[in-house]
Nanobody, 119 residues
Framework: QVQLVESGGGLVQTGDSLRLSCAAS????????MGWFRQAPGKEREFVADITWSGESTYIKDSVKGRFAIVRDNAKNTVYLQMNSLKPEDTAVYFC????????????WGQGTQVTVSL
């Protein structure tokens, strides 16, 4: 089964860039959709972006379009979330997730990595 480990979070300032990584392991990774979600304190977890296994299709939350991009490197079993022009409202724990194409629901989740954007 898929196991996911996020890394790359940290403390940055408004306008900075950060790239999150999600390393996936397990022989069932092939064919899976990969996604990023985030959860701010006291808030519900929300969708940020996801990508098909082939990388042909991506979906990105409207509020971060133009600033965030999701990229997949299947040879390394890794998916990235490139975050540019960061804002304080981007502060959250970011989670990597995976799901089978026919599921429609994300099944596997990483432990999360904290992103804090200061003024």
């Amino acid at each position: 089964q898929v196991q996911l480990v996020e890394s790359g979070g940290g403390l940055v300032q408004t306008g900075d860039s950060l790239r999150l990584s999600c390393a996936a392991s397990g022989r069932t990774f092939s064919g899976y959709w990969m996604g990023w979600f985030r959860q701010a304190p006291g808030k519900e977890r929300e969708f940020v972006a996801d990508i098909t296994w082939s990388g042909e299709s991506t979906y990105i939350k409207d509020s971060v379009k133009g600033r965030f991009a999701i990229v997949r490197d299947n040879a390394k079993n890794t998916v990235y979330l490139q975050m540019n022009s960061l804002k304080p409202e981007d502060t959250a724990v970011y989670f990597c997730a995976a799901r089978a194409p026919g599921s429609g629901k994300y099944e596997y989740w990483g432990q999360g990595t904290q992103v804090t954007v200061s003024l």
